[in-house]
């Protein structure tokens, strides 16, 4: 029971909120919040390099870092000067007028990772809408595609956000149901599947672009074979096919190189970047291109109003020049290697399968064994924070941060969960 002066807190206005316990908070989002998503039943208020605080003062390790977006771990004190320092310069001003952080941004990433321009959006799913509607200005353009009948192709199992057209690329039912109608001239392909990749391109001369992940996050950390990626490249440039890669989730040192292509050293015609670009600080997603695609985007025909504020552009320039200095994929790939190396040793009546690279990991439990659900509250418990992915599949993906020590911890307590110790 409350005491009277709880009660009265807890109705009358901003105070109020210092006295709801944990679980009121929870049942205060689950009463006037949507239900479109189940977080974990923990509430949190602090967050510092891998680790995360909850209400009650327990620390955990974070091993789901935002879903791969706080690859410089919570609350980077470069990332929090540079916070301060640009909300108290300028914050907005939308593309109306010409900013310094704009073109600082878009230069260091163009000349970092070698395309000719950068265009700057908000979130995941906006990078990908960019990307695709790039792919048909340059269809009808440049490639000379009859009007309307341009055709994106995308493989299974993709995720790249929940818009209207990122539900019509999706193969997940969870993802599409009953939200059609969907978007028309957008096609599937198997993912790691060349001979039908080459299929598609033959039967359908319309075909202006092939939008790919180089290892796909939420589908379960599915990793290709190697060759797949050079035989993407190939086929993309055998059929005058646009290659878009979507490194929202890999891309920026995530899976132990800056890009996941350049494990094989591949180059799409379009880059999609988001999450990690701006540490989790701000939204900042944005698509790589050279000119003779990204010039098919003239004045007026594409925007947003918080795209390539000067607030975001600091911080994803900072956030990109952290991951950079602290040379963070060398330690994702090094610390990659030993994650894999330690959960490789369970027994495989538990652990079906280790799927990953550097630090963007799954863990696939045998559902005999246990329910992912279930086997992520019992990490809460042991204070270590992540979350199933497609109900089986134990997400790993700390931030980039992470040292050896804390590593080991980590694996120790995902050891004793698993083998009930
Ligand atoms: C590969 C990929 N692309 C795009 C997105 C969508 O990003 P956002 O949620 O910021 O729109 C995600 C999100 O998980 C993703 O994993």
């Known amino acids: 029971m409350l005491a009277i002066g709880q009660r009265f807190l807890l109705r009358s206005g901003k105070d109020s909120r210092r006295f709801l316990s944990s679980q009121q908070i929870i049942q205060r989002d689950d009463k006037y919040g949507g239900r479109h998503f189940k977080p974990l039943p923990v509430v949190l208020t602090k967050g510092d390099g891998v680790h995360l605080w909850d209400k009650e003062g327990n620390r955990y390790l974070d091993f789901l870092a935002g879903f791969s977006t706080v690859n410089q771990g919570h609350c980077h004190p470069r990332l929090v000067q540079v916070m301060r320092e640009q909300v108290g310069k300028l914050t907005h001003t939308a593309r109306a007028f010409y900013t310094e952080p704009h073109g600082e941004l878009a230069e260091y990433l163009t000349k970092l990772l070698g395309w000719n321009r950068f265009l700057p959006m908000n979130t995941g799913v906006e990078g990908g809408d960019t990307a695709v509607k790039l792919s048909r200005r340059w269809a009808y353009r440049v490639k000379k595609i009859a009007s309307g009948k341009a055709t994106v192709v995308f493989a299974n199992g993709n995720f790249w956000g929940r818009s209207l057209a990122a539900l019509s690329a999706s193969t997940d039912p969870m993802c599409f149901t009953d939200f059609g109608p969907y978007m028309p001239q957008f096609d599937k392909v198997p993912y790691n599947d060349l001979e039908s990749l080459e299929m598609k391109f033959k039967e359908n001369p319309n075909i202006c672009a092939f939008m790919m992940e180089p290892i796909q996050g939420e589908a379960g950390v599915i990793v290709p074979r190697d060759g797949y990626l050079k035989g993407v490249r190939d086929l993309c440039s055998k059929y005058n096919v646009l290659w878009i890669a979507d490194e929202v989730q890999t891309g920026l040192c995530r899976t132990g190189k800056r890009l996941a292509i350049d494990y094989e050293g591949q180059r799409p015609d379009i880059l999609i970047l988001g999450k990690a670009l701006s540490g989790g600080m701000y939204p900042v997603s944005g698509v790589l291109a050279d000119d003779e ?129």
Not at 373 to 389: Q, S
Not at 402 to 420: C, P
């Open 293 to 421: 695609i990204m010039l098919c985007l003239e004045t007026g025909s594409h925007g947003s109003t918080f795209g390539g504020s000067p607030l975001g552009n600091r911080i994803a320039l900072e956030a990109v020049k952290i991951l950079e200095e602290e040379k963070l994929a060398d330690n994702a790939s090094n610390m990659g290697r030993i994650l894999e190396k330690e959960l490789k040793t369970l027994p495989a009546e538990i652990v079906k399968e280790y799927r990953g690279r550097g630090l963007l990991a799954g863990l696939v439990i045998n559902k005999e064994h246990a329910e992912g659900w279930d086997i992520c509250l019992k990490l809460k418990d042991h204070g270590l924070l992540t979350r199933p992915a497609h109900g089986q599949i134990i997400r790993l993906s700390p931030p980039l941060t992470i040292n050896e020590e804390q590593l080991r911890e980590g694996i120790s307590i995902i050891k004793k969960v698993l083998l009930n110790k």
